[in-house]
């Protein structure tokens, strides 16, 4: 029966005739929001037919077409529709671009399989239709890209070619410029996208744009000071040539910046431009746009445009209305409550991980504690002080070391080194490779400290590191960690001949597991994966003992172990007080490598059994002794 009706609708969206025409696409739609399954088969066998329906002479027929296509659309077939969807919004009558440019991105987001298709249908969006598109479709791509991870690099480079096209939209600009601000850090070292060439790209395009967008783009350029010293002269002047315009807005900025970025230190400058937290999940709000942009301009309906779950939707805002409407005595107070999301949200690099009462512990002690946590102390003595800040992404990281003049008067011929056991390398030299515990890496000096640390003052170094493989397999398959690096600062206590020399040395907590990034999986994944890897040789494990007898508990045991970049399974080994993790590590040499980590406790003999399986066995006997060395310090 649904075949035959189907079939006799095809031949009137074939008719002659405009008015059969619209009432063959007007009742397919009202099938259509029934989401029924058979009836959303049965509109594929016409939708060739329906997609031609674009091109018809009446505009009423077309709209209709569009309606249709827009309401069978699914994940089977959402690439050829959101295609034709595009090609006819080319050519589209401006009276129905703007709700073609709203259902375009509510289809792509919606089916969306992978990301990467999702930003380059948006910015192929913003191309065709750029005034059409409202902020509301550019602020989700952006809350999009920051809340995925794996999705940053790949926009980040695309919206960096983006904008060397003549024809770049200023909706391009915008997110560009703040995807840029935020991750363009990732993209660094890539041919053609080198700091100066992303301020480039942005600063060719400033003088033609609206006030809004320039705002938007000196703060961009605020936060380039930040991840790029090198050109922060080419933006000092930017902010220089802003400070008087007529545009208060931007005078403001440019004035206020320019005032951040001349500080003699740039703790201020850290804080302000802290990397961006995820945006919490919401429900996306251009349905609710496109459902308030035509409730005006049609007839009333029993139904909506989107096939079963818009009309769901639909019947339970009813309800609620109804609901409402007979107790008109409730007071709504969730909407005005934070989202848990917003509550437990901590901060980035400059939060957490504070030193407590670390002021009485040995330089090993605080330096076991950095291998679990992003910031905190490395050392404190009545003299100096160093602390440290980090962040690391994949393969890549950056580090802030901090020196503090704790003595009454000033430190002098100030000087960092970094040494690695055999090499020593000056900490203000470009670059140079170091062996680490566990792994190799090569660091980049991004900002130097000067030869004078004036009484009470802090200044801090910057580093970018990038993680080149781990140590050497002998050394691994012998199960001994290598020497730590160690940070070395020299200095004079006292201006002058007659001053007291000094010299402190840190362990530097760069371990192979600041490299790793947590995944999820399910707990059949995991038993799944873990036999699949098999036992030695990409299996290493250890049975050892609690130093001083007692065993962790499974809190702080997780807290340890999910320290090391792991993501934990909390529902394996829970009664028996085990701990699990998976993670996957970056590094230049290996590329990824998953990681699973499993810990088990044998409470009546006080043991562990620490069981690492990875794709490759260096990795593994590394991790292991991570694991291992963070379950037996004292924290």
């Known amino acids: 029966m649904v075949e035959q009706t189907f079939g006799l609708l095809g031949t009137f969206i074939l008719s002659k005739e405009t008015n ?56 089977t077939n959402v690439r050829v529709i959101v295609a034709e969807l595009l090609r006819y919004l080319q050519v589209a009558d401006y009276a129905i671009r703007d709700e073609m440019v709203l259902k375009i991105a509510i289809l792509t987001e919606k089916f969306a399989m992978e990301y990467s298709w999702y930003v380059d249908v948006i910015l192929q969006l913003i191309t065709i239709a750029g005034d059409h598109v409202s902020d509301d479709i550019w602020f989700r791509i952006i809350q999009i890209i920051t809340n995925n991870d794996d999705l940053q690099v790949y926009a980040a480079t695309t919206l960096m070619n983006a904008l060397h096209s003549p024809t770049c939209h200023e909706t391009t600009l915008k997110v560009g410029g703040y995807v840029l601000g935020e991750f363009g ?20 395009k400033y003088a033609a744009c609206s006030p809004k967008t320039k705002a938007l783009l000196l703060t961009t350029y605020l936060k380039f000071v930040n991840l790029f010293p090198e050109i922060k002269d080419e933006i000092v002047r930017v902010f220089k040539m802003n400070r008087h315009v007529l545009d208060t807005e931007i005078s403001q900025r440019a004035k206020e910046y320019l005032t951040i970025v001349e500080m003699p ?25 496109l459902q308030t942009a035509t409730r005006d301009t049609e007839d009333k309906r029993t139904w909506v445009i989107g096939g079963r779950d818009a009309n769901a939707e639909m019947a339970r ?13 409730i007071k709504e107070t969730a909407a005005s409550q934070p989202l848990p999301s917003e509550l437990e949200r901590s901060g980035t690099i400059g939060g957490g991980g504070g030193d407590g009462g670390s002021s009485v512990l040995d330089d090993g002690t605080l330096f076991r504690r950095l291998l679990v946590i992003p910031n ?24 802030a070391i901090f020196l503090g003049n704790r003595s009454l008067s000033a430190i002098s011929s100030l000087r960092v080194s970094l040494v690695d056991g055999s090499t020593s390398i000056d900490a203000n030299a470009s670059s140079g490779e170091f062996t680490t515990s566990t792994c190799r890496v090569r660091i980049t000096l991004v900002q130097p400290v000067p030869a004078i640390l004036p009484q009470g ?37 006292g201006a002058g001949p007659g001053g007291d020399e000094g010299r402190v040395a840190v362990e530097l907590p760069i371990p192979l597991s600041k490299f790793v990034g947590p995944v999820r999986l399910a707990e059949a994944d995991f038993f799944q994966r873990w036999r699949q890897v098999g036992g030695p040789p990409r299996e290493a494990q250890a049975v050892f003992a609690p130093r001083g007898g007692a065993l962790l508990d499974r809190l702080e045991l997780i807290r340890r172990v999910g320290g090391l970049g792991l993501n934990i399974i909390d529902s394996i080994d829970q009664a028996a007080g085990g701990v699990v993790g ?8 290996l590329g990824k490598v998953g990681c699973m980590i499993r810990v088990e406790v044998n409470k009546d003999h006080k043991m562990y059994r620490c069981t690492v399986r990875s794709t490759n066995e260096v990795v593994s006997h590394m991790v292991r002794n991570l694991v291992e060395e963070i379950i037996l310090a004292a924290l």
């Not at 091109?55 to 659309?73: E, T």
């Not at 309800?319 to 005595?329: I, Q, Y």
């Not at 080149?468 to 940070?487: I, Y």
């Open 265 to 289: 230190t740039e703790d201020i400058l850290q804080t302000v431009c802290e990397e961006m937290p995820i945006f919490p999940e919401r429900e996306s709000a251009l349905v609710k746009r």
């Open 582 to 589: 998976v993670g996957i590590l970056s590094c230049a040499d």
């Open 185 to 204: 850090h990732y993209i660094a070292n890539n041919p053609g996208c080198t700091p100066i060439d992303q301020f480039t790209a942005l600063q060719s």
């Open 376 to 399: 905190g102390l490395l050392h404190r003595d009545p003299i100096l002080e160093i602390g440290l800040k980090s962040e690391y992404k994949e393969h890549l990281g950056r580090l």
């Open 317 to 329: 805002q009813s309800r609620r209305r109804r609901s409402f409407s007979t107790k008109a005595g």
């Open 20 to 75: 059969i025409r619209y009432l063959g696409l007007e009742t397919m739609c009202h099938l259509a929001a029934t989401g029924a399954r058979n009836c959303i088969d049965a509109l594929r066998v016409n939708q060739e037919t329906i997609i031609s329906s674009l091109k018809d002479r009446d505009i009423s027929v077309r709209r209709r077409a569009v309606d249709l296509l827009y309401s069978m659309c699914d994940e």
């Open 457 to 493: 003052s802090q200044l801090h170094q910057l580093f970018k590191v990038e993680c080149l493989g781990p140590v050497d397999p002998a050394a691994a398959e012998a199960g001994e960690l290598g020497r730590p690096l160690t940070l070395a600062v020299t200095f004079v206590r």
